[in-house]
């Protein structure tokens, strides 16, 4: 039976959408396989590694009929990037083999049955459904994926927090010695609070499939899953169980020193800054007083480095330290001309904002060095 003929890139597009997900080495075989279930013409796809589940659909030719089975994910993406893009590729089944043809190449795969493939079972008591277009929620986890925590024993802080309330989306992450804040409007209004924390690895493969594009990601959150629809895709994914820390109680209020400057000329300060840090600590001394911003670091070897940078300033003169790592992942990841900081003294944590969009937020401890 063929399965599918299709061109190369047209199969290959939707086996990547859905491999992020696969383990080379896994306990269970057959979660480094995907499920392949045809009928007719349309081909579901779908992933899974007990937590997170990928599907999509996609339509790819071959004989009318029925089938399931699982192949090996990353072998047969390996296969088909071998081959031209513009080659059609056919793939079909005998004798639970899969055979993969193009031009004069062939290949054919081992299959397991797809009885054995371990779906995740859907929860039922998902709440409303909310959407935002897919860039929006894109440019929200690039704002504060940076700050998560990894591998840290406070479990709750290996994921984000994401939080539906009225018509705001708000997403958080902080790894205990800064804090990302970042929040856009709904389309609707959520008629009740909804609040999870997806984890890290969940995030991180959102970003690679959400596309830079108006169109829309429906959300649905339940007790223990969070389901996501987005072009042609299904994503279902297992949350962090716990309790996230009160995260406005982090957030300086009134901090009276701001400052105003370009993100682009800090950030190549700090980035110079930061060669002649030393590795473990990775601190810089930070003076800012009228007119004028200091950045100062040094290592064990004592080498120095100093920069300056002309500011419109008028408030106290402040000496603060921080870990030069925390500061240039928030400027690199920000898309804004213009950054605000806020300071108190230095002991107070700083509070980096941007003028451009009221929704961001990001704090971050000072160090002593």
């Given at each position: ?346 002991a107070a944590s700083a509070l980096f904002s941007v003028p451009e969009q009221p929704g961001f937020k990001y704090v971050v401890m000072p160090m002593r060095i």
């Open positions: 039976m063929i399965v599918l003929k299709a061109a190369q890139a047209n199969l290959l597009e939707a086996l990547q959408s859905v491999a992020g997900i696969v383990e080379r080495r896994h306990t269970l075989p057959i979660l480094a396989n995907v499920l392949l279930r045809k009928n007719g013409p349309a081909i579901e796809f779908t992933t899974s590694d007990l937590e997170i589940q990928v599907r999509t659909n996609a339509e790819l030719g071959g004989d009318s009929g029925q089938l399931s089975t699982t192949v090996g994910a990353r072998k047969l993406i390996d296969i088909l990037r071998s081959l031209p893009a513009d080659q059609t590729v056919t793939l079909s089944s005998a004798q639970n083999k899969l055979t993969l043809q193009g031009g004069k190449s062939r290949f054919t795969l081992q299959t397991l049955p797809a009885d054995d493939f371990p779906l995740v079972n859907e929860s039922v008591d998902f709440g409303p459904t909310f959407s935002v277009p897919q860039k929006t929620l894109r440019e929200l986890i690039n704002q504060v994926h940076f700050a998560m925590a990894v591998h840290d024993i406070r479990y709750y802080l290996n994921g984000i927090l994401f939080i539906a309330e009225g018509r705001t989306l708000t997403l958080v992450a902080t790894d205990g010695h800064r804090l990302a804040l970042a929040q856009a409007q709904l389309e609707q209004d959520v008629p009740s609070k909804q609040e999870v924390i997806l984890p890290r690895k969940t995030v991180l493969e959102l970003q690679r499939l959400l596309k830079d594009e108006d169109t829309a990601i429906e959300m649905r959150f339940a007790n223990n899953q969070a389901k996501f629809v987005f072009s042609k895709m299904e994503f279902v994914t297992k949350l962090v169980e716990g309790k996230f820390p009160d995260y406005n109680r982090v957030i300086p209020k009134n901090h009276k020193n701001v400052v105003v400057l370009g993100r682009a000329p800090l950030l190549a300060s700090l980035q110079r800054a930061a060669i002649l840090t030393s590795e473990k600590f990775k601190g810089v001394r930070v003076n800012i007083e009228p007119g004028v911003l200091r950045i100062a670091s040094s290592n064990a070897e004592q080498e120095e480095a100093k920069e300056e940078l002309e500011i419109d300033y008028d408030g106290d003169a402040i000496e603060i330290g921080f870990n030069v790592t925390y500061l240039i992942d928030v400027l690199a990841n920000c898309p804004h001309d213009m950054v605000k900081l806020e300071l108190q003294d230095s």
